[in-house]
């Protein structure tokens, strides 16, 4: 049987300053659920590609050099990652990273 991804996480240390991040560079929508430190991200319509997931508060401090990943790895389709890079870095500089 094979398996594809159905869904992804994000782990922050600043949760809403992750939602204004993705909100504002990708346009995601984000919904808490309940009462729960967590999020429900709608990446896009469901009739085009893609994967929807969720937001949480990272447990733990963030990686070091040659630690694991603990923040989260997944593959986003953009027009010109030339473009979506210079969005990021003008509209937030790098000092805010989407998962510190």
Same mark, same amino acid.
């Given at each position: 049987m094979a398996g594809r991804v159905?869904? *992804?996480e994000i782990? @922050? +240390?600043d949760p809403e300053g992750a939602i204004l991040f993705y909100e504002k560079l990708f346009?995601?929508?984000f919904e808490q659920w309940g009462d729960q430190?967590?999020?429900l991200i709608t990446t896009g319509p @469901? @009739?085009?590609p893609g994967i929807n997931g969720g937001l949480l508060p990272r447990r733990g401090g963030a990686p070091?050099?040659?630690q694991a990943v603990n923040c989260y790895v997944c593959t986003i389709d953009v027009t010109s990652l030339d473009a979506s890079l210079e969005a990021a870095l003008? +509209? *937030?500089g790098m000092s805010v990273f989407a998962c510190s």
């Open positions: 159905v869904h *992804f782990q @922050s +240390a346009g995601w929508k430190p967590y999020w @469901s @009739s085009e070091e050099n040659g003008t +509209a *937030f």
